[in-house]
């Protein structure tokens, strides 16, 4: 660990990732809350926020993957964040002349940029972290999106009480223009010449056709499908679940949002102190395997504190599977290649997700709620055969894996 904090990329975009998630959370509480006031408590509003935020994961990340491949991530990275703090300067002016709407799309500039900004810094690691640093790497930024995680809502909250909207916006502004300074300092970094030919289109064509003569990246893509899938039924019923199977309140819920936290907290530190040791088809088989049984264990229970603990349990495990495959897949995918993988990969599973939430409402009414819970699980536990699939390259000093 003491290596990777002397890496001066790590640094930097761990730092502008923290800046970054503070940003979000401020964004996320206040334009909530201010929707909510502005439409005096409108359903529809609130959950076009959720729209505008998700809907550019579509339409954008493929092609924000692509086209990471073929910019400069250095200047993208910096590109999009003073873009962020740009727009959102624009908004905050029509929001103060009382064109509350435009707020919408402070979700949607941020959601798009994103898009752009995160598959170049999986670009930048490629290029400047070590191998073996890669897997505490990926684990440390875990932990800062799992820790924002139990904090971030708290810190929205006060935000925006203390200061409105307005002032929120403003510390937007001002956050984004930091991240993006501080990325200044990233090293220099030079695009091989083959990279530059090409339409978008055909380079789009490259990646799918690359993720497709790659065993492991269609295997891996199609356990988040399925992930996503299950989770995607089951997510929607959380509140369903605290009230029918353990009888408590339905603001109860949040004490079980945070305990998922926490345990993404626990779990990303694990893996980034442990999963350069670990066999990542061993973790990745267990952790299948164990998010199912959660889920189905979630569903028959009726005691409080086993539900918790499951709850806890699945955060857990969650992340440490994301640092595990993270830092597989940025060590298993060549350079030319990350940005268009990491674009596939992430829509396929929310879609998935969206699939399965649309579906989640009407199989509780057709099945009940245990059964739904049952049927995500088993939906799940499909991915288990689908690591044991799997064959990661052998690391220094260590046997190859068996073939396949």
Known sequence: MKDLWKNKVFVLVASADLIQQIGIWVRNMALLFYVIEQTNNDPVAVSLLTVFEYAPIFVFSLVGGTLADRWNPKRTMIAGDALSAVSIG?????????????????????????????????VMFK??????????????????????????PVLGTVVYSWAGVESSLAMLVALFALSA??????????????IAGGSVWREMLSGWAYMRSQRNLMLITLSFALI???????????????????????????WFY?????????????????????????VVTVGFAIL???VAVEALSVWTGLTASMRFLVGATMAFLQVVLGAALV?????????????????????????????????????????????????????????????FPARKGEATDSAG
């Open 127 to 152: 290029r400047h972290v070590p191998e073996e640093l890669i897997p505490a790497a990926t684990g440390v930024t875990q932990s800062l999106m799992a820790l924002f995680t139990i904090a971030g």
């Open 228 to 254: 996503g899938l299950g989770a995607g039924l089951i997510q929607p019923l959380d509140v369903f679940l605290v009230t029918e199977r353990l009888h408590l309140d339905k603001e109860d819920l949040q």
């Open 331 to 391: 060590s298993m995918v060549e350079e030319a290649y990350i940005g268009r993988v990491n674009g596939t990969a992430t829509p396929i599973m929310m879609a998935a997700m969206l699939i399965g939430t649309a579906a989640s409402g009407f199989l509780m009414k057709t099945i009940t709620l245990v059964p739904t819970y049952l049927l995500a699980a088993a939906i799940v536990f499909l991915s288990v055969p689908l690591a044991l699939r799997l064959r």
């Open 292 to 294: 199912a049984l959660s």
């Open 90 to 122: 624009a908004i905050l002016v029509l929001v103060m002349a009382g064109w509350w709407q435009a707020v919408f799309a402070a979700t949607a500039v941020s959601a798009i940029v994103t898009q752009f900004s995160q598959p170049s810094s999986a």
């Open 181 to 194: 300074s501080l990325q200044l300092a990233l090293p220099t970094y030079k695009r091989e010449p083959r």
């Open 258 to 282: 945070s305990l998922g936290g926490i345990g993404m907290l626990i779990g990303g530190a694990a893996a980034a102190t442990l999963g350069r040791k670990a066999n990542p088809r061993l």
